[in-house]
């Protein structure tokens, strides 16, 4: 279950993302490029973000963008975040890595004095995101992006997600061959009260995780915000109560 190993739930500044562009989301044209009107023009911008995002990416919401680097790229911006009544919510996946790896080096999660980080690690079938080795043992750590939140619910996922599954069935292997292993919840919107695995987008998941967390995998929902500039840490919230039982 979810372990409190936060260095306390002082705002801090994760990561420095500003955005560059501003414009009105038009429509979702395939799983990774929306369309978006900027002043008198429309551009072509890259959705990072697998999941549905249909409360977010919506015709006439409002988006920041930030532009792209590298030359192959066929599209010149990111979709950095959506506008809502709590603010901006990021939806840009590829920045997970970066924020997990402030939230270590910040200590944010205490898991022990850290020998070693490893990113993009394979274990079994499967690339995980980090193994860090400390002074007592070895964990594998996946990070997970939320930005689905409904009557103050952080949920996951949004869509149905046979990655996210089979993610969660390595760590309980890895648990069941003597690691440590948890999931990190990075949660974009700092009103959720507590965390639930989406059981009506995906039961799979959902049965999956009850799982994990019962034979011994730690969870981490952590309460997240962007301001168009920063990425802030604001603490951790617990997993909804109900699931639990």
Known sequence: MSRDTSGGDKIKKLLFIPYDVQGEFIERVNRFLGKVKVGDGVIYAHIHDPGRLKELLY?????????????????????????????????????????????????????????????????????????????????FVEVKGCTLLKNKIALFPDAPTKRGYRH???????????????????????????????????????????????????????????DGKWIYYHGSIPICRKILL
């Open 168 to 226: 969660l069935k390595e760590l309980l292997n890895a648990v069941n061959n003597g690691y440590r292993a948890a999931v990190i919840f990075l949660v974009f919107n700092k009103t959720a009260e507590c965390f639930a695995p989406n059981s009506a987008t995906d039961p799979f998941f959902f049965k999956m995780f009850t799982e994990a967390v019962k034979w011994g995998i730690e969870v981490y929902p952590l309460l997240l915000s962007y």
């Open 59 to 139: 015709e006439g919401n409002t988006v920041i963008l930030k532009r792209a680097g590298g030359t192959k790229r066929k599209t010149k911006y990111d979709i950095l975040a959506a506008s809502t009544s709590d603010g901006w919510v990021f939806v840009h996946s590829g920045y997970h890595r970066a924020i997990a790896e402030s939230i270590f080096k910040q200590k944010i999660l205490k898991f022990g004095e850290t020998v070693e980080i490893i990113p993009e690690i394979k274990y079994g079938d499967s690339r995980l995101d980090f193994l860090i080795k400390y002074d007592e043992k070895s964990m």
